[in-house]
């Protein structure tokens, strides 16, 4: 699975890379980078598929627009995709509701005891910019506010990451990206197929500090090795 992160660039960094802009309101109400210690309800700079020019502040913690309480969102921070084509909501939002979430690092921890858990930092090699595969969708509260939300697609380990954990979100390389977002009309199964294993040998990891243990904590400690 995956439910906690690290996005320690700032706006300039992600524009260069992803050749995607902020929007200036957007920068004015929300401003949350860099942030050390991502984690669930937290509205991170994504790229829907609808406007892939451009970051939107996405809420983390999928609330479908079906949904009564927003809380379902708690419980709906990743899709496992071998569940995407089995519901109708899922498959509606693999195929017409896809983005991009950047990360340059995500957190799991190695269950040593039922008292002993270590937590590591994993990411691509020199822990550069990278992209997880999401869906989206838009939810209306009480107030008539639209809330967009998302879940990170998930998928069993790679190699590397099986002695952390048997699951793992769906890293895309960088030319899969906008492959991803690409709004031509695919099948479910095409789709299915562009999420598959993040490549072993691009991978990194290292062990850090128990302090991110408690979201609480978000400072450039929390990144440093171990």
């Not at 929300?30 to 939107?56: C, G, M």
């Not at 995500?106 to 999401?134: H, Q, T, V």
């Not at 991978?203 to 904590?217: A, C, D, F, I, L």
Request: aromatic share 10%.
């Amino acid at each position: 699975m995956c439910g906690r992160g690290s996005l320690t660039k700032v706006e300039k960094d992600l524009e260069k890379r992803f050749g995607s802009t902020f929007y200036s309101e957007d920068l004015e109400r929300y401003n949350p980078l860099p942030n050390y210690n991502i984690a669930p309800t937290q509205k991170l700079p994504v790229i829907l598929q609808e406007d892939p020019d451009h970051f939107r502040p996405v809420q983390w913690g999928l609330i479908p627009s079906w949904a009564k309480d927003a809380k379902i969102g708690s419980k709906m921070i990743n899709a496992r995709v071998e569940g995407l084509l089995e519901k109708p909501f899922f498959k509606s939002a693999l195929l017409h509701r896809r983005c991009l979430v950047p990360m340059d690092g995500f957190y799991e921890w190695k269950i040593l005891s039922s008292k002993e858990k270590i937590p590591y930092r994993i990411g691509i090699k020199d822990f550069g910019l990278f992209c997880m595969a999401g869906i989206y969708d838009r939810w209306k509260n009480e107030k008539g506010e639209t809330i967009l939300s998302f879940s990170i697609i998930t998928l069993p380990s790679n190699k590397f990451m099986k002695p952390l954990h048997d699951r793992m979100p769906a890293m895309l390389l960088q030319e899969e990206e906008r492959l991803w977002l690409d709004p031509e009309e695919h099948s479910g199964e095409e789709l299915i197929q562009m999420v598959k294993p993040f490549p072993d040998e691009m991978m990194e990891t290292y062990t850090v500090s128990n302090r991110v243990n408690s979201v609480r904590n978000n400072d450039e400690d929390l990144i440093k090795r171990i």
